[in-house]
Structures are given as C-alpha cells and as structure tokens.
Nanobody, 123 residues
C-alpha cells in the first residue's frame, strides 16, 4: 500500500518561502509522476506543479511559474515543492499525489493521494 505524507506547511508572511515535502512509503519512487495540488477555500482543487521521472519533465500552473520549483530526491523517496515569493492567494491546503505509469509529460490520473498540509500566507 502506497502512502504519501506531506509536511512543511505553515504560516508565512507575503513574500516569504516554504518548502513542502511529500514522503512516499510502500513503493520506491523510480518510475512515477508526482503532482502537487492545492485547494483554496471555496475553490476547486488545482494542479500546482508536477514531475515525471525518469524523463525529468515538469509542468507548472501559470500562477506559480517562476516562484515555485518541484524537485525530487529518489534516495529519500521524497518530492519537494519549493515555494517562494508567496502571496496571500497561495493560501490553500496542498496535496501531493502520485502514479507509477511511465509518461513523458507529467499528467494524471493520479492513483494515490496524501492528506494535505495547510499553507497560510498573510498580507
């Protein structure tokens, strides 16, 4: 059984940074696509960033390009989301999700989801 655990969320002032981690257990991250999603209050869940490995392709929502970066440490079975220049509109619950199909571009559907971590950005 694959489990994903997010961590690193919290409260930060606008302009600040946070790094989210998604640690996977139950299966080694070797061939996979992992995405970071977020759901703001009253809004749909949206894709923020995703990565496909071993191809190494990434994709980002337009709203976070240039501010967020997705990376991975396969030895730690962990994928990260480095978030910078945070804005109040980045406030949301952030989720990671994964599937283990080989793709050249990071797309879903995703098979396993974490429980989420809250990110709050104050103005």
């Amino acid at each position: 059984q694959v489990q994903l655990v997010e961590s690193g969320g919290g409260w930060v002032q606008a302009g600040g940074s946070l790094r989210l981690s998604c640690a996977a257990s139950g299966r080694t991250l070797s061939t996979y696509t992992m995405g970071w999603f977020r759901r703001a209050p009253g809004k749909e869940r949206d894709l923020v960033a995703a990565i496909s490995w071993p191809v190494g392709s990434t994709r980002y929502a337009d709203s976070v390009k240039g501010r967020f970066a997705i990376s991975r440490d396969n030895a730690k079975n962990t994928v990260y989301l480095q978030m910078g220049s945070l804005k109040p509109e980045d406030t949301a619950v952030y989720y990671c999700a994964v599937h283990f199909r080989r793709t050249t571009y990071p797309v879903g559907p995703y098979d396993y989801w974490g429980q989420g971590t809250q990110v709050t950005v104050s103005s």
